[in-house]
């Protein structure tokens, strides 16, 4: 399975935006870039996954860069619900069901 | 809609015995699978099932059974339950798609103490 790295811990002012970055270098042509959070005591939840292009969904943006060899999940006002482990995470296309979780990033949100 | 139901909630074994984690999901998802996360850890897949009467073995499945006699249904069974086995356990299902991705929905989770 191809990996992805991400920042152990990141911190963010209340009310402004959060760029959390991946990088996944042997990323295949099959594989989405899938993130989800996981908050305290919870199980983890879908956030967004795009393949190429940006997506945009109530919760996050998803940017890819261009080669498809990194990605930025942004928050575009964090609240404090937002601190959180978030995990970038590449899914194949091909009916691969498995999710492989890294360590994730630790967001913690700044009253 | 439910969603993922897992049960029960927390559970304490003793050394030896056997038990049966219960996953049931009421989306019609074809994937399901069951992970384990231990304390300041990521998850790590423990089986999983691409559909009814199919199982495969994921990171870590000593210690663990799995069956899926039916879509709704993925039971995970601890054979002779170990302290190394105290740990949070999720299950997590999904739709299947060639050519395409879906998101996960994952279970609330069961907190597991063996002693």
């Known amino acids: 399975d191809a990996k992805t790295t991400q920042p152990n811990s990141m911190e963010s002012n209340e009310e402004e935006p959060v760029h959390l970055p991946c990088n996944h270098s042997t990323i295949s042509g099959t594989d989405y870039i899938h993130w989800y959070r996981q908050l305290p005591s919870q199980g983890p939840e879908y956030v967004i996954h795009?393949?190429?292009s940006n997506v945009n969904n109530r919760m996050a943006s998803l940017a890819i860069a261009e080669d498809r060899k990194s990605s930025t999940l942004i928050l575009h006002r964090a609240t404090l619900r937002d601190a959180a482990v978030y995990y970038c995470?590449?899914?194949?296309?091909?009916?691969?069901?498995?999710?492989?979780f890294g360590t994730g990033t630790r967001l913690t949100i700044i009253p | 809609n439910a969603g993922v139901t897992q049960t029960p909630k927390f559970q304490v074994l003793k050394t030896g015995q056997s038990m049966t984690l219960q996953c049931a999901q009421d989306m019609n998802h074809e994937y399901m699978s069951w992970y384990r996360q231990d304390p300041g850890m990521g998850l790590r897949l423990i089986h999983y099932?691409?559909?009814?009467?199919?199982?495969d073995q994921g990171e870590v499945p000593n210690g663990y059974n799995v069956s899926r006699s039916t879509t709704e249904d993925f039971p995970l069974r601890l054979l002779s339950a170990a302290p190394s086995q105290t740990s949070v356990y999720f299950c997590?299902?999904?739709?299947?798609?060639?050519?395409?991705?879906?998101?996960?929905?994952f279970g609330s989770g069961t907190r597991l103490t063996v002693v």
């Open positions: 995470i590449l899914r194949s296309n091909f009916g691969n069901e498995k999710l492989t």
């Open positions: 997590a299902s999904s739709y299947s798609g060639f050519g395409q991705t879906y998101g996960y929905t």
């Open positions: 795009g393949l190429t």
């Open positions: 099932s691409v559909g009814a009467g199919i199982t």
